[in-house]
């Protein structure tokens, strides 16, 4: 009893310079590019660039792995040319990721490169005009990429990201039944705002 009542308080004494960690937040904005869909999809709207927005919670520490938390919304996505026939499009995601970045010790305050990659839910949806493609399918997802956070401040910095969401399971079938399950991907480049 006496020995893990040490053993616990070494512990307790030693995690936190050992486990020494930012945590960020960053709403960031940009754009989706390069989508491919086999949803209805009318023109080229999956592939045209279009808005992104997002924001995501970071821990990253000293040492540099880490975890976050990331939503992102991209209006409009399916929508596109002059024969669009939808009247409302978006995907929505939601991720888990692992971060893994260059220690603090290599880069102290300058520019901080990082890699990640996490699975999450993608959910796109439409309406169409007509009333006959209406979709709304939800996937699970797998999102790799990487980027870096630079700080201006000691509390505020800048994030330049790029991202490839892709899903890869669904149960649901395509809005055209004939192209069978589901499918969606696309790219992601923001840039954000960081505190911590």
Do not use: C
Request: glycine fraction near 12%.
């Amino acid at each position: 009893m006496r020995l893990a009542l040490i053993a616990a308080l070494l512990a307790a004494l030693t995690v936190p310079t050992a486990a020494s960690a930012d945590i960020f937040l960053s709403p960031f904005a940009g754009l989706k590019f390069k989508g491919g869909t086999n949803e209805f999809n009318v023109g080229t709207g999956a592939a045209d660039a279009k808005l992104s927005l997002g924001a995501s919670t970071m821990i990253l520490a000293d040492r540099g792995v880490g975890f976050e938390a990331e939503f992102g919304y991209n209006p409009r996505f399916f929508e596109g040319g002059v024969a669009d026939l939808l009247s409302s499009s978006s995907v929505t995601t939601l991720f888990g990721n692992l971060v893994v970045a260059l220690p603090i010790s290599i880069t102290r305050e300058s520019l901080r490169p990082y890699a990640v990659g996490g699975l999450g839910w993608i959910h796109a949806s439409a309406n169409d005009q007509l009333g006959f493609a209406s979709f709304s399918n939800d996937f699970l997802g797998l999102a790799l990429g990487g980027g870096a956070i630079g700080f201006v401040s000691d509390t505020t910095g800048i994030r330049f990201d790029l991202r490839y969401l892709k899903a890869i399971s669904s149960g649901d079938i395509s809005a055209l039944p004939e192209q069978g399950s589901a499918r969606i991907s696309f790219w992601r480049a923001t840039v954000g705002l960081v505190f911590r």
